[in-house]
């Protein structure tokens, strides 16, 4: 599939059955396209990295070579997950990368949200030439490009997901999805038997929770930016809102109050709440939520988070706050 149009013939993936019947026709594309020469991808866990992994293991199975980085700004659980059901579950050549160290050692200091997401976008870069590198006999490079990032780029030229790669490491690219609206690569997703949690992930920044660990980060208030996104995400599944509030997450600022923990006075962070609802991300609708469960996410986050005596909720809508902080 070379062209960047979507045909105005091509029916909207709506069901398994149109899913399959993308999946067939791309499998037989990839396997002319690719031959038996080898696919790099950065996988990342998102769906759309996801679901290209899974369509190209079908179709090459080890002639894909995934590439996970952990930056150490991933949410709980992440990691783990992508070697569960790439590695584990769908028996793929996957390398992992544990970049902790690397990154938040660049980015300590730094509280510039500019400047902290130009370290985390060059610092991949780097980590995954590195890896490129090390690699011998790779002719291609796969992305999760999709639609709208070809709308965006003005349909002329495809949208470089993994943007910035030096000179000699510039791969033909293979992006299965690239004519895809993001509904249906879910669609895809699910068809490909990919879990849910990945499928209907929300969105998530590229700096993931670096921007939401305001100003210069440190390890131990990231890790509770992470305990505390945790314990959201699972009372949200809990409560039936996964996949109807668009966005939620929680922001920990470098800032303390006092406070009163098992009888002792405590100086400790707060947490702050944002969940919104938006249909283009250009304006966006703060959340209506039962209060009950409101109360009981304080309750945990206070008790369960290590560094936390607070929790605010920001009922801004955008404008005049963006959705992140940061
Ligand atoms: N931690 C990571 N490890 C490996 N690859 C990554 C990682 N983060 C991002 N990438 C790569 O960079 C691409 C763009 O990342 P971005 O965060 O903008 O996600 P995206 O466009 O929503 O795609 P996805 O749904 O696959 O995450 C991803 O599709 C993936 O190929």
């Given at each position: 599939m070379s062209s960047n149009v979507r045909p105005a013939t091509m029916?909207?993936?709506?069901?398994?059955?149109?899913?399959?019947?993308?999946?067939?026709q791309q499998l037989a594309?990839?396997?002319?396209?690719?031959?038996?020469?080898?696919?790099?991808?950065?996988?990342?866990?998102?769906?759309?990295?996801?679901?290209?992994?899974?369509?190209?293991?079908?179709?090459?199975?080890?002639?894909?070579?995934?590439?996970?980085?952990?930056?150490?700004?991933?949410?709980?659980?992440?990691?783990?997950?992508?070697i569960e059901v790439f590695q584990n579950q769908m028996d793929a050549n996957l390398i992992y990368v544990d970049a902790v160290d690397r990154f938040?050692?660049?980015?300590?200091?730094?509280?510039?949200?500019?400047?902290?997401?130009?370290?985390?976008g060059k610092e991949f870069i780097d980590v995954f030439a590195e890896e490129a590198q090390k690699l011998e006999g790779i002719s291609f490079l796969a992305q999760g490009t999709i639609?709208?990032?070809?709308?965006?780029?003005?349909?002329?030229?495809?949208?470089?997901?993994?943007?910035?790669?030096?000179?000699?490491l510039q791969f033909e690219l293979v992006e299965p999805v690239k004519l895809?609206?993001?509904?249906?690569?879910?669609?895809?997703?699910k068809a490909l038997g990919l879990p849910d949690n990945m499928v209907y992930r929300q969105p998530f920044p590229g700096p993931g929770l670096g921007v939401r660990c305001i100003g210069a980060i440190t390890r131990d208030r990231l890790e509770a930016v992470r305990e505390s996104d945790a314990i959201l995400r699972e009372e949200f599944a809990k409560n039936g809102l996964e996949g109807k509030v668009?966005?939620?997450?929680?922001?920990?600022?470098?800032?303390?109050?006092?406070?009163?923990i098992d009888g002792k006075r405590s100086f400790d962070w707060p947490v702050i709440i944002r969940a919104v609802n938006t249909v283009d991300a250009v304006t966006a609708e703060v959340a209506q939520l039962d209060f009950g469960m409101m109360q009981h996410i304080v309750d945990r986050i206070t008790h369960?988070?290590?560094?936390?005596?607070?929790?605010?909720?920001?009922?801004?809508?955008?404008?005049?706050?963006t959705i992140e902080w940061e």
């Open positions: 029916e909207r993936i709506t069901t398994p059955a149109l899913a399959e019947s993308f999946i067939d594309e990839l396997r002319q396209q690719i031959g038996d020469k080898k696919v790099l991808l950065a996988l990342s866990g998102g769906v759309d990295s996801s679901v290209v992994a899974a369509l190209l293991i079908k179709a090459i199975g080890k002639q894909l070579i995934c590439v996970h980085v952990n930056h150490g700004l991933l949410r709980k659980g992440e990691p783990e997950q992508v938040l050692d660049k980015l300590a200091g730094i509280s510039d949200p500019e400047q902290k997401r130009k370290i985390i639609y709208p990032d070809i709308l965006e780029s003005d349909g002329i030229k495809s949208h470089h997901n993994v943007g910035g790669l030096p000179e000699d895809l609206y993001k509904d249906e690569v879910r669609v895809v997703g668009w966005q939620y997450f929680t922001v920990v600022p470098d800032i303390k109050s006092t406070g009163i369960e988070v290590s560094g936390v005596n607070r929790v605010l909720w920001d009922l801004t809508p955008k404008p005049t706050g």
